[in-house]
């Protein structure tokens, strides 16, 4: 019986180039946005900040979803092995 590979779609590097890229540059905008904007210094502060914040709490979002999208995986992959092994086991010809 043919296995069934494994057919999750992988980023590519260009892709993975792209997506830092993009969050340097919009991150970098930002920054400087806030530098240059006509306001008091801990109003400047307070943007930054919230700016880093963002940030954070950003990564941490896409760390939780890539968690669960991994955990859902594995316990899919744990069912199917099971379920391939109580199928090689099986003979329906036994007589009970």
């Known amino acids: 019986m043919p296995t ?11 892709f993975a ?3 830092a890229i993009s969050f340097g ?4 905008a930002m920054l400087v ?3 240059f ?4 210094p801990w109003i400047k ?3 930054a900040l919230g700016t880093l914040y963002l940030v954070t709490s950003t990564f941490t979002l896409a760390k939780v979803v890539r ?3 991994e955990d859902n995986t594995t316990i899919n992959r744990l069912d199917a092995a099971r379920l391939e092994k109580i199928l090689a086991q099986h003979d329906p010809y036994k007589s009970a």
């Open 4 to 14: 069934k590979t494994d057919s999750a779609a992988k980023n590519t590097t260009a």
């Open 37 to 40: 904007m006509e306001a008091d």
């Open 67 to 69: 968690d669960m999208q």
């Open 33 to 35: 946005a806030v530098y």
């Open 17 to 19: 180039a792209q997506a």
């Open 45 to 47: 502060g307070f943007m």
């Open 25 to 28: 540059a919009s991150l970098f």
